[in-house]
């Protein structure tokens, strides 16, 4: 099963994007890092869900990677590193998950993954109008990458629940994830 996102990115954002990359840059390194932690969280608090285990640390780890990478463009560009902020996007989606140990399971993965989804298709957006060809291929790659990284949340996510409820309830927050998309003020920053 794959998360096709219902809403596409206004084509105004990737202007504002490119006219304000530095802004971008320091936010998408922001981005990085709390994936990463989003990962290790999984496996800190879900100990009994062994088969996420070994996924979540692994996509942990390639998120950490992309972090670096974004820092090292970063400091090349003399910019320093920000405290991070709240992301309003993730945050909005967050708050139409359902209570509950197991409930809130499902909706943490499906919610992750289409997190995951908006970031592979403004990476591709990104890798596409850059002019920059070294960081035009660095996008190319993120895209694949964050591509893989929604896949992993679906796939565990019907590892422990039936497909029928998985498909049911992505659709909803797909649904709300549309809503939020076209709502929330555009900004020079990954959601």
Not at 8 to 21: H, Q, S
Not at 177 to 185: D, F, G, L, N, T
Request: hydrophobic share 40%; charged share 30%.
């Amino acid at each position: 099963m794959k998360i096709e996102l219902q809403a596409e990115t206004n084509p105004k954002w990737i202007r504002m994007v490119l006219d304000n990359f530095d802004h971008f840059l320091l936010d998408h390194a922001a981005c990085e890092r709390k994936a990463s932690a989003t990962g290790i969280q999984f496996v800190v608090h879900y100990p009994d869900r062994s088969k996420l285990i070994d996924p979540m640390l692994r996509l942990a780890r390639e998120e950490l990677l992309h972090f670096h990478q974004v820092v090292r463009l970063i400091l090349n560009r003399n910019l320093e590193l920000q405290s991070d902020e709240k992301d309003p996007y993730v945050n909005l989606l967050l708050k139409r998950a359902r209570h509950g140990r197991v409930q809130n399971f499902l909706e943490r993965l499906l919610i992750f993954g289409i997190v995951e989804a908006r970031g592979t298709e403004r990476f591709g957006l990104v890798a596409k109008h850059v002019e920059d060809e070294e960081l035009r291929e660095f996008y190319k790659n993120l895209t694949k990458a964050e591509e893989r990284h929604h896949e992993i949340f679906v796939e565990l996510a019907c590892g422990y629940f039936p497909e029928i409820e998985v498909s049911s309830r992505l659709n909803e927050l797909l649904d709300d994830e549309a809503k939020i998309i076209k709502e929330i003020p555009l900004r020079p920053a990954v959601h």
